[in-house]
């Protein structure tokens, strides 16, 4: 499976974003779509999950409530709507792909990861 991350940027405080994750090759083995993030000097930490077929959702309590995981499957595509920007929501972002029937919020057990997308939150 390929992931390509895209739809980085930089957005001021309060301003929205998303970001797009086309995913390539082997889809049909991907039970989970997940998105984590990464800042300066932090561990990379779980933002979001997608069940690939059955589309439910999970999220790390720091953005629930303001961002959204959505798929398309006809375009093997996973979405992060990102609301309510705060600057400790910037980081890099990074889609991965879990070939796991079992839900993880661990990076160490996703076996697939894009590249990465820069989002920044500055006035």
């Known amino acids: 499976v390929q992931l390509q991350a895209s739809g980085g940027g930089l957005v001021q405080p309060g301003d929205s974003l998303r970001v797009s994750c086309a995913a390539s090759?082997?889809?049909?083995?991907?039970?989970?779509m997940g998105w984590f993030r990464q800042a300066p000097g932090k561990e990379r930490e779980f933002v979001a999950r997608?069940?690939?077929?059955?589309?439910?959702?999970y999220y790390a309590d720091s953005v629930k409530g303001r961002f959204t995981i959505s798929r398309d499957r006809a375009k093997s595509t996973v979405y992060l709507q990102m609301s309510s920007l705060k600057p400790e929501d910037a980081a890099v972002y990074y889609c991965?792909?879990?070939?796991?029937?079992?839900?993880?919020?661990?990076?160490?057990?996703?076996?697939?990861w894009g590249q990465g997308t820069l989002v920044t939150v500055s006035s």
């Open positions: 090759g082997r889809t049909g083995s991907v039970y989970f």
């Open positions: 991965a792909a879990d070939t796991d029937s079992i839900p993880t919020i661990w990076p160490r057990d996703y076996n697939y």
């Open positions: 997608i069940h690939w077929k059955a589309s439910s959702t």
